[in-house]
């Protein structure tokens, strides 16, 4: 008896843990157009039902069915339910232990809701504004920050993107000067004279500046302090360029320079040089490559060694979520009765096994 109640113990937990996210992803069933959910292996895992399916973000998805959106579970189920004090609202998106939700559509007002649904936060400040880069229970909204209890930073305009480090790029509204600030507006390093201060990322902000002799400066900076970590000379790149030289989430720097590729670390070291400026930035060990071909532009992905593991055979490919990317072309058509589409497919990294994941018909 102790035995079976134990086996039903088990069963009852991995039930409530479920899957992880990379093992869920949204595909359209080609013959109803309706959504549902495969695996890596592209068995499918949840039955198409749905009109609409976000991919699975904090081991859940936001979905759409018979004009209703609401949150699902890794197993199918329905979590939260599309209501919030009479009214209707519509979750459009998972983001750090949060749903986001529009509450009207002609007033642009947005709420939080937390992942057991129970704590919601409305705000008057955010109508017409999008809340987004959710990190330690701060956001952005427009170009102001908040926290979750609906306080706003005072005196200060921020930058597009919140970095884990907990610092960011601030402009005070009174006098227009640049600082990197902490979530509670203190800050940590100010723009002297002739400093220009680019965006935080990995806990590092791009600065350049005018030396003594009149000469350009450039180097990576820590946000919590200031301190130059690595200097290089502005001079070999291009100076639109410098707005695109932020870390990525990788902690790589990327160049260009004598139309070859720098990839350096946090401290300067050069780790990787490629021939070509068809590579962009490091996001999870891969970084795209680009080849035009018959007047289209194929992406593909290198590794940190700079070896091509998937080849530059789509139009257009997403971030890999664990083995699978998502990657689509434009097939042309043959016949007069026929229409251009573009066809999006799943591809596994590993096997190299395909899944067709949509079909959008261009009249």
Same mark, same amino acid.
């Given at each position: 008896?102790?035995? =079976?109640?134990?086996?039903?113990?088990?069963?009852?937990?991995?039930?409530?843990?479920?899957?992880?996210?990379?093992?869920?992803?949204?595909?359209?069933?080609?013959?109803?157009?309706?959504?549902?959910?495969?695996?890596?292996?592209?068995?499918?895992?949840?039955?198409?039902?749905?009109?609409?399916?976000?991919?699975?973000? #904090?081991?859940?998805?936001?979905?759409?069915?018979?004009?209703?959106?609401?949150?699902?579970? &890794?197993?199918?189920?329905?979590?939260?339910?599309?209501?919030?004090?009479?009214?209707?609202?519509?979750?459009?998106?998972?983001?750090? !232990?949060?749903?986001? &939700?529009?509450? $009207?559509?002609?007033?642009?007002?947005?709420?939080?809701?937390?992942?057991?649904?129970?704590?919601?936060?409305?705000?008057?400040?955010?109508?017409?504004?999008?809340?987004?880069?959710?990190?330690?229970?701060?956001?952005?909204?427009? $170009?102001?920050?908040?926290?979750?209890?609906? #306080?706003?930073?005072?005196?200060?305009?921020?930058?597009?993107?919140?970095?884990?480090?907990?610092?960011?790029?601030?402009?005070?509204?009174?006098? =227009?000067?640049?600082?990197?600030?902490?979530?509670?507006?203190?800050?940590?390093? $100010?723009?002297?004279?002739?400093?220009?201060?680019?965006?935080?990322?990995?806990?590092?902000?791009?600065?350049?500046? *005018?030396?003594?002799?009149?000469?350009?400066?450039? !180097?990576?900076?820590?946000? =919590?302090?200031?301190?130059?970590?690595?200097?290089?000379?502005?001079?070999?790149?291009?100076?639109?360029?410098?707005?695109?030289? !932020?870390?990525?989430?990788?902690?790589?720097?990327?160049?260009?320079? $004598?139309?070859?590729?720098?990839?350096?670390?946090?401290?300067?070291?050069?780790?990787?040089?490629?021939?070509? *400026?068809?590579?962009?930035?490091?996001?999870?060990?891969?970084? *795209?490559?680009?080849?035009?071909?018959?007047?289209?532009?194929?992406?593909?992905?290198?590794?940190?060694?700079?070896?091509?593991?998937? #080849?530059?055979?789509?139009?257009?490919?997403?971030?890999?979520?664990?083995?699978?990317?998502?990657?689509?072309?434009?097939?042309?058509? *043959?016949?007069?009765?026929?229409?251009?589409?573009?066809?999006?497919?799943?591809?596994?990294?590993?096997?190299?096994?395909?899944?067709?994941?949509?079909?959008?018909?261009?009249?």
């Amino acid at each position: 008896m102790k035995t =079976k109640h134990l086996a039903i113990l088990i069963l009852l937990f991995l039930w409530s843990c479920g899957p992880g996210d990379e093992d869920r992803f949204p595909f359209k069933d080609i013959k109803t157009e309706l959504w549902g959910y495969v695996n890596q292996d592209f068995d499918v895992i949840i039955e198409p039902q749905f009109h609409e399916a976000q991919p699975f973000k #904090e081991g859940y998805a936001v979905v759409r069915k018979d004009g209703d959106n609401y949150i699902i579970d &890794a197993f199918g189920r329905e979590r939260i339910n599309p209501e919030y004090d009479n009214k209707d609202y519509y979750i459009r998106s998972v983001e750090k !232990g949060w749903f986001i &939700a529009l509450l $009207s559509e002609i007033t642009g007002e947005y709420i939080l809701i937390d992942h057991q649904g129970e704590k919601r936060i409305p705000s008057d400040e955010l109508k017409h504004k999008y809340p987004h880069e959710i990190i330690d229970d701060h956001f952005i909204s427009g $170009s102001e920050l908040y926290s979750v209890d609906n #306080e706003m930073l005072k005196n200060f305009r921020v930058q597009d993107n919140i970095d884990e480090s907990g610092y960011l790029l601030g402009y005070k509204t009174s006098d =227009k000067s640049i600082h990197i600030i902490d979530f509670e507006g203190n800050a940590k390093v $100010s723009a002297q004279e002739g400093e220009r201060f680019y965006p935080v990322a990995n806990g590092m902000f791009l600065k350049t500046w *005018t030396g003594e002799d009149s000469t350009e400066h450039a !180097g990576f900076c820590y946000a =919590k302090n200031g301190k130059l970590s690595w200097e290089f000379d502005p001079s070999y790149y291009e100076r639109s360029d410098l707005k695109r030289m !932020g870390y990525s989430k990788d902690g790589l720097v990327r160049m260009e320079r $004598s139309k070859q590729t720098f990839y350096y670390d946090k401290d300067g070291d050069e780790k990787l040089i490629l021939d070509g *400026t068809n590579y962009g930035h490091f996001n999870n060990g891969l970084a *795209t490559i680009t080849i035009s071909r018959n007047e289209n532009r194929y992406t593909g992905f290198i590794d940190r060694s700079g070896e091509v593991v998937f #080849e530059p055979l789509y139009t257009d490919v997403q971030t890999p979520q664990g083995n699978i990317i998502s990657a689509s072309n434009i097939v042309i058509a *043959t016949k007069r009765n026929e229409y251009d589409r573009t066809e999006r497919w799943y591809v596994n990294l590993e096997t190299g096994k395909r899944l067709l994941q949509d079909i959008e018909i261009h009249k």
